[in-house]
């Protein structure tokens, strides 16, 4: 009995990955035989949060005729899944509170099967019910989760009831304040996996930091007993045979020749893992990606990341992208600007968006949504960043366009940050040794047109990362190419925000430039292209952003109502004039990169 409890206790962190909340465990669902359940589901909107659990996760019906039930899913209405829910109905449009959503689905157990449910994303706050039985929850409205059910799932129908809440709250990631749309609902699929008794729970394949050539990584099976894990990577005459440890794990390491993925050839490979029982595929890509002084290089080149930040969202549509056509359009866009890296702001996107992006040839920085105003001294903190930090590389740890993971945005200087953030550092170089970390702060030391970056954070830091507003949150101290940039380590920099709002259509002569023209946008992309010029440790640039974004925050009466105008695309998805300046910088800095 005490093997068995230390054994499911080992199992149950392992499969956490690094963030010890043991419910999540990690199925690759790709290459697995999975049942959609997406579609449309019922749902009760519980404006007061009032709703019995014990009655809605059983779906409880009124006994009799004398009986009365006041929340109920028949004849309820419904929503899609995935999507949120503030764009499917016009009283939803602001909502933030519970709703309740029900699915019945079809099942035929099969003995001997491992059965997950598996969530692609639940905006905020998640309570799982299958047959009326709690079967957990999860926090945080932008990572994939999932439990097994093996125990609770039975043949025929089964009756699974989400319990949704997307209420901002001062103890959350992000917390009270964010300058996005709080959406809410079911975002992403939901599906369920199935997997033999003894099987592959994850994996990680990766070239080692700055190899072109050694793969390095491990394939974590369930069960310790002994066995062979094969690896087999036909496309590069690969294949072959690892032994796993009394912990169940065979760690890889081998040399390979490989045509190395890169924004000018995303090439990707054909993966495939057995263990005894059990096989899972994937198309794994290989490059290299280290720091060397203050370069970023890539297969062993110096590269300029041509970024652009977008959100989750489809402005035209006004909710959150959730189809692989919205992941596409966006970065269709993206590619359109000529830029080579993508900063997927502010939070980890759907993996549909990953995998897409790194087939078209993008590099990727990804974060969580660690945004300003987070409790640092709340001594919770640390493990729900943690949390969210280590489900997000566990996800997309095999993404070879992830180059970085970055573990906040904008948030103070102070020695509970500095702490906070340093161990997160030193977690996620420990879940991941080899990526980059990164982290964008808003802090400097200004003293005349000098601007000198010294945040503590660099320290942990592989890329440093400014967000700085000059021309519109911060005039300019002195002309553009006057600003002296300088930094107290000797990294490279990335500009991951910079910008201003403009709206489309409104227009202003070169002279008489006011704020909110799109002719004031323009002139400050080419004021702020002129600062770059001078910075010569400056390794890529990331305007702030691709497409104007809803925003509850921004309530200009006459040029935002709701929307953050930044974008070099309009909420229609209309090039505004900056979005040129930039393409030209691009095209520029493409030929340097030839
Ligand atoms: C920032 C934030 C970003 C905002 C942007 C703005 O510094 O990182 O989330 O949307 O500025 O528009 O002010």
């Not at 093997?3 to 499969?15: D, T």
């Not at 968006?353 to 087939?359: H, I």
Request: aromatic letters at 12%; proline letters at 4%.
């Amino acid at each position: 009995r005490v093997s068995e409890i230390k054994y499911y206790v080992f199992l149950m962190l392992v499969l956490s990955g690094i963030s010890g909340y043991a419910q999540n465990s990690n199925v690759n669902l790709t290459g697995r035989n999975v049942q959609n359940l997406d579609g449309k589901w019922n749902v009760i909107i519980d404006w007061y949060d009032s709703g019995s659990a014990t009655a809605i996760s059983a779906n409880k019906k009124p006994a009799g005729a004398t009986d009365f039930t006041e929340f109920s899913f028949d004849n309820s209405q419904t929503l899609n899944v995935p999507g949120d829910w503030n764009s499917q109905r016009a009283e939803l449009k602001y909502y933030e509170g519970t709703i309740w959503y029900k699915r019945d689905f079809n099942y035929t157990k099969k003995p001997g099967k491992h059965v997950f449910l598996s969530f692609g994303a639940v905006s905020y706050r998640s309570d799982i019910y299958l047959n009326g039985q709690k079967i957990g929850s999860h926090e945080g409205g932008f990572n994939s989760f999932n439990f097994e059910v093996t125990d609770q799932i039975k043949s025929g129908l089964n009756l699974l009831v989400v319990k949704a809440n997307n209420e901002r709250r001062a103890d959350a990631i992000p917390a009270r304040k964010f300058d996005w749309w709080n959406y809410g609902g079911i975002t992403r699929s939901v599906n369920i996996a199935e997997t033999p008794e003894d099987y592959i729970t994850d994996y990680f394949i990766q070239l080692q930091k700055g190899s072109p050539n050694q793969i390095q990584g491990w394939v974590q099976n369930s069960s310790r007993k002994p066995q062979h894990i094969k690896l087999a990577i036909p496309g590069a005459g690969i294949d072959k045979t690892f032994k796993t440890d009394t912990n169940g794990r065979a760690l890889i390491n081998l040399n390979a020749k490989l045509v190395l993925w890169s924004p000018a050839k995303p090439k990707l490979y054909k993966v495939k893992i057995s263990s005894s029982a059990d096989t899972v595929e994937d198309k794994i890509g290989f490059r290299s990606i280290e720091v060397k002084g203050r370069d970023i290089v890539l297969n062993g080149r110096p590269v300029f990341l041509r970024g652009i930040s977008f959100h989750e969202e489809v402005p035209q549509r006004q909710g959150r992208a959730s189809s692989e056509t919205d992941s596409r359009m966006l970065l269709t866009w993206a590619k359109e600007l000529g830029c080579n890296f993508i900063r997927l702001a502010h939070y980890p996107q759907s993996e549909q968006t990953v995998r897409l992006a790194e087939e078209m040839g993008f590099m990727m920085w990804e974060e969580i949504p660690v945004w300003q105003g987070i409790q640092f001294t709340n001594p919770e903190i640390l493990g729900k960043a943690n949390m969210m930090l280590g489900e997000m590389i566990d996800r997309d740890k095999n993404r070879c366009g992830i180059i970085i993971w970055s573990l906040s945005n904008e948030t103070a200087p102070s020695p509970a940050r500095n702490a906070t953030l340093k161990q997160m550092a030193a977690d996620a170089r420990k879940a991941d040794p080899s990526r980059l970390i990164s982290s964008a702060y808003d802090h400097f030391k200004n003293s005349r047109n000098e601007i000198v970056i010294d945040d503590p954070l660099s320290e942990s830091l592989d890329v440093l990362a400014v967000n700085k507003y000059m021309g519109w949150y911060q005039s300019w101290p002195a002309g553009p190419g006057n600003v002296i940039w300088k930094s107290n380590f000797n990294k490279p920099l990335i500009f991951s925000e910079f910008g201003s709002e403009a709206m489309y259509g409104n227009h202003g002569s070169k002279d008489t430039a006011s704020l909110w023209t799109e002719e004031h946008q323009e002139q400050l992309y080419k004021d702020n292209i002129e600062m770059f010029k001078k910075i010569p440790f400056l390794r890529g640039t990331c305007p702030w952003i691709l497409a104007d974004f809803r925003a509850p925050g921004r309530m200009h009466a006459q040029f935002q109502e709701g929307w953050n105008r930044k974008g070099l695309l309009s909420d229609k998805g209309f090039k505004k004039k900056a979005w040129y300046v930039m393409r030209r910088f691009y095209e520029q800095k493409q030929k340097q990169d030839l």
